[in-house]
């Protein structure tokens, strides 16, 4: 904790929520009310409350109490209904590659609780492929109401870290006017006011094969980064290795050319999406997706035979690379 000279206060915490390690940075004047640790406090209540209304792991949840009710019109929370009206906008950007339908899928490769309960070994049989995931639901938003068709259970895991990110900065920003902030939830992350004045945030890529060391930095004032990897959840069953980031035309876990991917823009959720279609789809059919339905973005990947590609205007960030191969696909000039 420290006290700066213009009244300033900042104080940091780490907690852990959503089976992922949270972390929150506020710079807030010291006098009145609520004091920063209250919005410390409160952020650590946020992401708890979160987790609770959107796990798949506890049998009390909203989303689960959705799951066991396919076929029947269900009441949804305010939040439930914008994360799926949110969930439905990027699986039709994305062209599917993006789905939240995935529970099931991700069941039978082993990831049946909570990452860390899951032994080095899972004795899994994974069944014949499950049909191609087309969530069916019929989502009334006016209503609030939903009712799922289809025989997939929901699982969405893959968009609420961002949207919890965002929500949050958000509310710091707008109602408390917290002048300057770092929000990363296993990841994903927010910031703003850089981490002083004139002091941009410089935020560590870590290397996919050693997360002790960093292939590049991201220097930025503001702005939102999120990173996706094959390597990190992952686990050994009877079928080999598994990850966590399936597939939605095969129902399995991803096989591209792609073990890494780092996401830069003004969105959490919106990097943390599009994050994960890139590892699941792969370099050739990600990079024209990308320049058509987010050329705002900044785009870092890295491929299994270690080649670091970087797709985006190089000059909005400031990025320093570390013994690594580098080829640049594609520049800012390219795009027009």
């Given at each position: 904790m420290s006290l700066a000279n213009d009244g300033l206060l900042t104080l940091d915490r780490d907690f852990f929520a959503m089976n992922t390690l949270i972390e929150v940075t506020l710079e807030h004047h010291g006098s009145g009310s609520p004091t920063v640790s209250q919005l410390l406090e409160a952020c650590s209540d946020w992401f708890e409350s979160v987790e609770r209304r959107f796990s798949r792991f506890l049998p009390d949840s909203e989303l689960q109490y959705m799951n066991r009710h396919r076929g029947k019109p269900t009441f949804l929370s305010k939040a439930m209904t914008e994360v799926l009206s949110l969930a439905e906008m990027y699986h039709a950007q994305t062209n599917g590659l993006f789905s939240y339908s995935l529970l099931d899928a991700l069941q039978h490769a082993g990831y049946d609780r909570s990452f860390e309960q899951i032994s080095q070994s899972v004795q899994a049989a994974l069944p014949p492929p499950l049909p191609q995931s087309h969530p069916q639901l019929v989502l009334d938003s006016g209503m609030r109401t939903v009712r799922l068709n289809g025989h997939e259970q929901l699982d969405l895991g893959g968009i609420v870290k961002g949207w919890s990110v965002?929500?949050?900065?958000?509310?710091?920003?707008?109602?408390?006017?917290?002048?300057?902030?770092?929000?990363?939830?296993?990841?994903?992350?927010?910031?703003?006011?850089?981490?002083?004045?004139?002091?941009?945030?410089?935020?560590g890529v870590a290397d996919p094969w050693d997360d002790s060391a960093e292939i590049a930095q991201i220097t930025l004032m503001e702005g939102a980064v999120a990173t996706s990897s094959v390597l990190g959840r992952r686990w050994q069953s009877d079928h080999g290795i598994m990850h966590h980031l399936i597939d939605p035309r095969t129902m399995r876990p991803g096989t591209s050319d792609v073990v890494q991917c780092t996401v830069s823009g003004t969105n959490a959720m919106e990097c943390e999406i599009w994050s994960k279609v890139v590892c699941i789809a792969g370099s050739s059919e990600a990079i024209p997706l990308l320049l058509q339905r987010i050329p705002h973005c900044t785009v870092l990947f890295v491929t299994h035979n270690r080649e670091v590609h970087f797709v985006g205007a190089k000059d909005l960030y400031t990025l320093y690379w570390h013994d690594v191969q580098i080829d640049f696909f594609h520049t800012a000039t390219e795009r027009h």
């Open positions: 965002n929500r949050l900065a958000a509310w710091l920003q707008q109602k408390h006017q917290v002048k300057r902030g770092l929000i990363n939830a296993g990841g994903d992350l927010h910031v703003w006011g850089g981490a002083g004045d004139g002091e941009p945030w410089r935020i």
